[in-house]
């Protein structure tokens, strides 16, 4: 429903920084990007 | 130009032909998805989200609002279109998240996945949106002061 704009399509390569965490509580796996990384709930939506 | 902002305001730069509405992120987080996976963006609470539309008025803001609403608010998640798609050309709102914004109206709408390049319209090319913790810096807006407004309201 809503979308994202982001890097321009001529003369950058694109990247996703995305570093890949693990939930110490939960063990669950996921991909994260910025500087304060936290477990997300998972399963949440309609 | 400084633009001052709360946790609980929302701002609007109107232009001729464009809108864009900034909010903080609060430090929430975000899931991004792609077509091959999900990214979560985590936040600062300084942080910017920044939503772009064509037009302006009333009918626009309601619809930033409302997107930024169910992003913050909902966690509704964002969306990455892959290239080419053709909603592409169909999208009323496109948002990008994080300390640093840059407008371009260069770019394919709701296809990129990077959180600091956003679509806009060709008054707003070259922008830039740097989150603080007292608000928002707009640099390089040129139209400011021609038929453009600045609009703060309660988020």
């Given at each position: 429903m809503c979308?994202?704009?982001g890097g321009p399509d001529i003369g950058e390569v694109e990247t996703l920084a995305a570093r890949d965490y693990e939930c110490l509580d939960c063990k669950s796996k996921f991909q994260g990007m910025g500087r304060r990384p936290m477990c997300p709930p998972v399963n949440q939506g309609m | 130009m400084h633009i001052p902002l709360s946790d609980d305001e929302i701002a609007y730069i109107e232009g001729e032909d464009g809108t864009i509405a900034l909010a903080k992120s609060k430090g929430r987080f975000f899931y991004l998805e792609t077509e091959e996976r999900e990214v979560i963006l985590f936040t600062e609470p300084e942080d910017l989200m920044v939503a772009s539309s064509f037009g302006r008025g009333e009918?626009?803001?309601?619809?930033l609002h409302c997107t930024l609403f169910q992003l913050r608010e909902l966690g509704a998640p964002l969306i990455v279109l892959p290239k080419g798609h053709p909603a592409s050309p169909r999208l009323k709102t496109v948002v990008s998240i994080g300390p640093f914004t840059r407008l371009s109206c260069t770019i394919q709408p709701g296809t990129h996945p990077e959180q600091n390049v956003l679509c806009g319209s060709e008054e707003f090319h070259g922008l830039e949106i740097v989150a603080g913790p007292?608000?928002?810096e707009v640099k390089g807006w040129l139209a400011e002061g021609k038929?453009?407004?600045?609009?703060?309201?309660?988020?």
């Open positions: 979308t994202v704009g | 009918k626009i803001r309601r619809g007292r608000g928002a038929g453009a407004a600045l609009v703060v309201e309660r988020f």
